[in-house]
């Protein structure tokens, strides 16, 4: 069984940085793309990030682009999302998933969750 859990939410003021986690267990390699997603309260979801796994190419969202960094360390079977300069707009629940394919630079198509870890950033 697929599992995914995220750490390293919290608030933090406008300008700092938080470094997120997830770190999968069970994971199959039948899901190529894994991903940052975000929502907002009365927002639909978002892609914040993606990182083709078998190809180690990254697709970062032009609204993060410059500011935030997805990378994966297999051997500790971890995702990470590296934010820097991080504005109240930021302010969302996180989510990672790994999924069976990708659209532009989203992940796409049927796979697994996480449950999510808050960030808030105060201006």
């Known amino acids: 069984q697929v599992q995914l859990v995220e750490s390293g939410g919290g608030s933090v003021q406008a300008g700092g940085s938080l470094r997120l986690s997830c770190a999968y267990f069970?994971?199959?390699?039948?899901?190529?793309?894994m991903g940052w997603f975000r929502q907002a309260p009365g927002k639909e979801r978002e892609g914040v990030a993606a990182?083709?796994?078998?190809?180690?190419?990254?697709y970062p969202a032009d609204s993060v682009k410059g500011r935030f960094t997805i990378s994966q360390d297999n051997a500790k079977n971890t995702l990470y999302l590296q934010m820097n300069s991080l504005k109240p707009d930021d302010t969302a629940m996180y989510y990672c998933?790994?999924?069976?394919?990708?659209?532009?630079?989203?992940?796409?198509?049927?796979?697994?969750w996480g449950r999510g870890t808050q960030v808030t950033v105060s201006s």
């Open positions: 990182i083709y796994t078998g190809i180690g190419t990254t």
């Open positions: 069970g994971y199959t390699y039948s899901m190529p793309c």
């Open positions: 998933a790994a999924l069976s394919g990708r659209l532009g630079g989203v992940c796409t198509g049927s796979g697994y």
